[in-house]
Nanobody, 119 residues
Framework: QLQASGGGLVQPGGSLRLSCAASGSIFSINTMGWYRQAPGKQRELVAV???????NYADSVKGRFTISRDNAKNTGYLRMNSLKPEDTAVYYCNAEMKSTRSSPTITRWGQGTQVTVSS
């Protein structure tokens, strides 16, 4: 399973770091990603990172957000700087995981963590 944490209330211009910890039987984790969903809007991709640390970002967060991962800890991170009110959303993490060498790759989702940017 995946456990997302680190959300909260922050003022515009502030920073937060989200974490996404995978637990249980894990053989490998391929791509990890962060998505967000604001009220009344569809869930959108924020950033992804592959197993060899290649990254991709939504245009709206480039230069402000940084995705990273610690493979030894089976944990992904999203560092968010220069936060804006329009970044307010529930942030979800996901990961493509295999529980054993022979098992299929399954995409799992975390439960979401609320990020609110407001003065």
């Amino acid at each position: 399973q995946l456990q997302a944490s680190g959300g909260g209330l922050v003022q515009p211009g502030g920073s937060l770091r989200l974490s996404c910890a995978a637990s249980g039987s894990i053989f490998s984790i391929n791509t990890m990603g962060w998505y967000r969903q604001a009220p009344g809007k569809q869930r959108e991709l924020v950033a992804v990172i592959t197993s060899d640390a290649m990254t991709n970002y939504a245009d709206s967060v480039k230069g402000r957000f940084t995705i990273s991962r610690d493979n030894a800890k089976n944990t992904g991170y999203l560092r968010m700087n220069s936060l804006k009110p329009e970044d307010t959303a529930v942030y979800y993490c996901n990961a493509e995981m295999k529980s054993t060498r022979s098992s299929p790759t399954i995409t799992r989702w975390g439960q979401g963590t609320q990020v609110t940017v407001s003065s």
